[in-house]
């Protein structure tokens, strides 16, 4: 195991002094003649001898600081220590550092010309002031019968006469800061022959940074629990044990006793009989989008020859999702915004084999991957002033969701994995969508602030929020703040949250110093079960001028 040095020009004054002081005198002992108060012996040697044992001194704290656990526990500044020597001492608790992984997702190439495209290996795209790249060659083909490789897309045609394909890219570099929103613009380098433009097709995902030694040793009690369905620590850890599962975000677990469980109570006894509970999961830190493809029928026509048209969403389509948020043509690149929904009826589907948690409804089925919806909307394009009810038509559908949420569920209902004596219930956190206003002032003829950064990092901090109940406007005032310098200040930030019930009715908060999340555990809110999630497109942050300059 190598230990990295501390750089000379980053040692400690104080402890290069104290070396210093030690070397003089000890020379000092044994030749009382030599003067080592100036000079080239004084100035170089002395001195740089003194240099290397601080370096070496500091090093040997290191490793011994490295090596306590107890000391890397107190220190306030855990992570400057070696990574080795946190992942040598914690691996003896079953631990292992989670290593960054890279952010990928679909962008959709929009060309001019029906003809065979091809796009390298290795093709590099920006977007989000990110770079990605092609993991394989992709060849976009007019004919359906010409696909025949799973590197192969189809060119399908746009409503505006041009033509479009998907490839999938992936991050140059880990973390989830690559994880860039649907319908961003990602463009090549090189651009392929009859390029119009490109765009995420849905949001990125996978990105993640390296675990960080505080994130590490924060795992501590889950690296010696046991890895079993019992009590709290033991199932989170049992889970994160999984690798797919091991970088999860936060989890609250409900059980018995608790006001929120309510499926615990279906038997002949008004009262909680035990052998219950719902696991909430938040797979990721932000909410992702999901583009679907979905055959809509026509169930209503108006005198304005629009229709009301009518879709499902099966509980494999997007498991744990939380609502529909866009209806577009799937044909109509060109169309922006959304189809007014009319309305969106939850359901339930618990058929197929193997094991099934009891659920009774779709309140309890919400947010898990039993979850079902029959969603309406009205097409204010499409003339279906000679079409009969029951047509058919493909609608491209954004929902809201969380990863993982069936691949959970289907892990925890294994017959190697679940309780004997009980069941448990994976669902997505109860979504409070939060929004963020406020204004930076600063002094005429200075730059303003790093505004995407400084959105990043109040994301970062807000879907980092555990199930605590609040959201405090401190915590985010600190973090605008690193963003700013000399006389720029920031006002205070107007904090707004939408909070969907698992029943489907909504909750507004606001407030410019703390969002708190009710006390409802009758709706299945409480601090128990709210997420708080925000997107850089829901950071509002305008700069105003409001002080004179210095000339």
Not at 265 to 287: A, K, M, T, Y
Not at 345 to 370: C, N
Request: glycine fraction near 8%.
């Amino acid at each position: 195991m190598t230990i990295a040095m501390q750089a000379l020009d980053a040692l400690d004054a104080d402890l290069v002094s104290e070396q210093l002081a030690e070397c003089v005198q000890r020379v000092q002992e044994d030749n009382p003649t030599l003067d080592l108060r100036r000079g080239v012996f004084a100035e170089l040697l002395v001195y740089y001898h003194a240099v290397l044992s601080a370096q070496r001194q500091a090093n040997i704290n290191d490793y011994l600081r490295g090596r306590s656990l107890k000391a890397l526990e107190e220190d306030p500044d855990l992570d400057s220590v070696d990574g080795t020597l946190v992942d040598d001492v914690l691996s003896m608790f079953r631990l292992t550092r989670g290593q960054g992984s890279l952010a990928e997702g679909e962008v959709t190439v929009i060309v001019s010309d029906d003809v065979t495209v091809t796009v390298a290996e290795g093709s590099v795209w920006q977007g989000g002031g990110k770079r990605f790249v092609t993991p394989t060659v992709f060849t976009a083909k007019l004919e359906a019968a010409q696909v025949t490789a799973d590197s192969d897309r189809l060119l399908k045609p746009t409503a505006d006469g041009d033509w479009a394909f998907t490839i999938t890219v992936v991050a140059e570099e880990e973390g989830s800061d690559s994880e860039i929103k649907k319908d961003t613009q990602v463009v090549p380098l090189v651009s392929p022959p009859n390029y119009v433009t490109s765009y995420a097709a849905s949001d990125f995902t996978g990105g993640r940074s390296a675990e960080t030694n505080s994130e590490l040793l924060a795992r501590l009690q889950e690296g010696v629990a046991a890895k079993t369905m019992s009590n709290r620590v033991n199932m989170q850890a049992m889970l994160r044990e999984v690798e797919t599962f091991s970088r999860i975000v936060h989890m609250s677990i409900i059980g018995l006793g608790n006001p929120e469980m309510v499926r615990d109570r279906h038997w002949i006894f008004p009262v909680s009989g035990g052998g219950r509970c719902d696991w909430l999961v938040r797979g990721q830190e932000q909410v992702i989008r999901q583009g679907i493809v979905k055959s809509a029928v026509l169930v209503d026509k108006g005198l304005d020859g629009r229709g009301v048209w009518q879709f499902s969403l099966g509980r494999d389509d997007a498991p744990g999702f939380y609502e529909v948020a866009s209806v577009r043509p799937d044909d109509d690149g060109t169309f922006e915004g959304t189809f007014e929904i009319l309305s969106d009826t939850r359901g339930l589907d618990v058929t197929g084999s193997g094991f099934v948690p009891d659920v009774a409804d779709a309140v309890e089925a919400a947010y898990s991957r039993y979850q079902t919806a029959t969603v309406q909307f009205r097409d204010s394009e499409t003339d279906v002033t000679d079409a009969d009810p029951g047509t058919r038509r493909d609608y491209r559908v954004e929902v809201r969701t969380v990863p993982l949420i069936a691949e959970i569920q289907d892990h925890v209902n294994g017959h190697d994995v679940r309780s004997y004596g009980a069941d448990c219930l994976v669902k997505a956190p109860v979504p409070c969508f939060t929004q963020l206003s406020f204004t930076v002032s600063k002094r005429s003829g200075d730059d303003d602030p790093d505004l995407e950064a400084m959105k990043t990092a109040l994301c970062a901090e807000v879907n980092r929020v555990g199930f605590v109940g609040a959201l405090y406007a401190s915590q985010l005032h600190d973090v605008v703040h690193q963003f700013l310098s000399g006389d720029q200040a920031a006002s205070a930030i107007d904090m707004f949250g939408r909070i969907r019930y698992p029943d489907g009715t909504t909750r507004y908060l606001r407030s410019t110093e703390a969002l708190r999340v009710p006390d409802d555990a009758a709706g299945g809110v409480t601090a128990r079960t709210v997420q708080f999630f925000l997107s850089p497109e829901d950071v509002g942050i305008s700069v105003a001028t409001a002080i004179p300059s210095d000339d």
